[in-house]
């Protein structure tokens, strides 16, 4: 037995390092779990980004599904996720809420129109109140909230096509037929 | 008589003021030792203090303004470790998912030690007992001494 170790235990040393790399280094570090599933969307009182005179509440995410986008003028990663969000504001299938996160109303502005507004309404959050109060680390970051206003699903970093379909998708059609 | 009586209010209402409501160098000094011990979720090996983001910026905003309307130190922990979980925490608090984290160095220690003790044990003493000389060597060793004197 003594042996056997001893003529095997850089190989077993090994393997143990092997099992240890392959969890530890395939998990991206940056994505933190959510701790915000199934909560409610937490309370806020914020303006809209064009009309600073108009505010909204967690109440506007009653009784619709709804995709809350976090962005920014200033995020470089929103560009790319952009048109793929400009589809789904074609498409209608889902309520699609901004929260325009750490920017001037003026940049947010002129970002939208610079790129399109798929947005049914956004939401003005210069200094991370809701980001933080939804656990936001980066943006783009997205949830799903249901017809309750719970939040149902947070996906962190771009909806890409494979995103949209395999995941979100499937899961906004889960929460619409949803009593 | 009235006047008395709401003076002593009066002061009462200051000093109630003055417990819930810290000074603005406490407040200060109380959101740094706060800040130093949660993580900024940008940048992930500084704390909200150090980090240039402006995520931790604006947390730090948070954490003074919640200090200041009376908030314990305790309660603010809490209320970020509720949005951003454990991981915002630099000091991993001892639950059933960290004891590994928390115990195993102790653990190898102690491992390592009873592993030295039985290794001690089951090496061979490397000093032989001297053979014992037979009855001819020693007869050869007795003429020897007695020729010398």
Known sequence: MARIFRATWPLMALLFLAILFAFGLTRDPSVLPSEMIDRAMPEFELTDLYRPNVVYTQDLLLDDVALINVFGSWCIACEVEHPKLMALSRMGDVKLVGIDWRDTREKGQRWLRKNGDPYDLVIFDEDSRLAIDLGVTGAPESFLVDKEGRIRYKHVGIITDDVWSNILSPIINDLKAEE | ?149
């Open chain 2, 1 to 149: 008589m009235r006047s008395v009586i709401c003076l002593c209010l009066l002061l009462l209402s200051s000093i109630a003021f003055a417990q819930t409501v810290p000074s603005a160098e406490e407040v200060e000094s109380r959101a740094r030792e706060v800040g130093r011990s949660l993580r900024c979720v940008v940048c992930q090996n500084q704390s909200i203090e150090e980090s240039d983001a402006a995520l931790a910026k604006d947390m730090r905003v948070l954490v003074r303004e919640r200090i200041s309307v009376g908030a314990t130190d305790a309660e603010i922990i809490e209320f970020m470790r509720l949005r951003y979980g454990d991981y915002v925490l630099l000091k991993p608090p001892l639950q059933k998912n960290t004891y590994l984290l928390w115990f195993l160095p102790a653990l190898t220690i102690f491992g390592m030690g009873i592993w030295l003790i039985f290794a001690a044990r089951r090496q061979k003493p490397n000093i032989e007992t001297p053979r014992q000389l037979t009855e001819a060597e020693q007869a050869v060793l007795k003429r020897v001494m007695d020729d010398n004197t």
